[in-house]
């Protein structure tokens, strides 16, 4: 089933009347939804408007995923090398067109597309970390010569776009243990993951190692399936956001 005109109207006119969260000081509402055919499939692509970073965000939805449970979802960051650009240094464009593929074949899902270029440094920060990295650093050396945090993204916009959606639960889809962390610190319904995993090309193998080793995301190089289970920092049932968050800190 998909979002009809009535629904659209429907979140459109219900997100607009929303009462901002006074406690975080965050405010995201949906702005516009228009139907959007892809060479992945059919969607709709949903504009927000949000006042903490100004950026526009955007969720490409397939079917009506209001008041949905378990949701198959994406969480992607901008980048525009990648992306747009088909570069081979990271696994970015792979990894979109794959979750969209996939979930252009499900009845229904969600991609959020995040503008948080080069892991939220900017695109300029980015290209001088490209830099560094061609002088032997890795992705994290890089960043932190910089003077950033090996990853600057932050999801509590994700969490809000999602809330406007009506979204009560997701299956996220993701190799990266922080964005769990994150979503359900901002109060996300996290009910499983689903792996992400692509295979590597000469140019980002080295890049995807540095992502596994220092950056705890679940890719297995030895061709095992590498389960949340068996990280060495497991988010277990019943800990609390601020213990969740210690574990990445």
């Given at each position: 089933?998909t979002?009809?005109h009535?629904?659209?109207?429907e979140?459109?006119?219900g997100d607009r009347?929303?009462?901002?969260d ?8 949906i702005?516009?939804?228009?139907e ?9 692509i949903?504009?927000?408007y ?5 950026k526009?965000?955007a969720?490409?939805v397939?079917g009506?995923?209001?008041d949905?449970?378990?949701i ?5 960051s901008?980048?525009?090398t990648?992306?747009a650009?088909?570069?081979?240094r990271c696994d ?11 979930i252009?074949?499900?009845?229904k ?10 892991r ?12 560094l ?6 992705t ?8 950033f945090?090996?990853?600057?993204r932050?999801?509590e916009?994700a969490?809000h ?19 769990i ?8 319904n ?7 995993v692509?295979?590597?090309?000469p140019?980002?193998?080295f890049?995807?190692r ?5 950056s ?9 399936e590498h ?23």
């Open positions: 089933m979002l009809t009535l629904k659209i109207q979140l459109l006119d009347a929303h009462e901002c006074d406690d975080s000081r965050v405010c995201v509402r702005a516009s939804i228009a959007l055919p892809t060479r992945f499939g059919d969607f709709h949903v504009a927000f949000n006042n903490k970073d100004d526009e965000h969720a490409i397939k009506d995923v209001t949905g449970e378990d198959p979802m994406r969480l992607h901008e980048c525009l990648g992306d650009l088909g570069s081979l970015c464009r792979d990894q979109l067109e794959a979750a969209l593929t996939a252009g074949k499900m009845e899902g969600i991609v959020l597309y995040l503008r948080q270029e080069g939220g440094i900017g695109f300029t920060n980015k290209i001088r970390a490209y830099g990295q061609d002088y032997g650093l890795d994290v050396e890089a960043n932190l010569a910089l003077g945090r090996d990853d600057e932050d999801y916009v969490a776009m999602l809330k406007s959606l009506k979204v009560k639960s997701i299956q996220l889809m993701t190799n990266n243990p922080k964005k962390a994150d979503l359900t610190r901002y109060g996300v996290i009910s499983g993951r689903i792996p992400h692509l295979p590597p090309n140019h980002n193998e890049y995807l540095t992502k596994a080793a220092k705890g995301h679940l890719i297995d190089f030895s061709g095992k389960l949340l289970e068996q990280i060495d920092r497991p988010i277990v049932k019943g800990m609390t956001a601020e213990q969740i968050k210690a574990l990445y800190e």
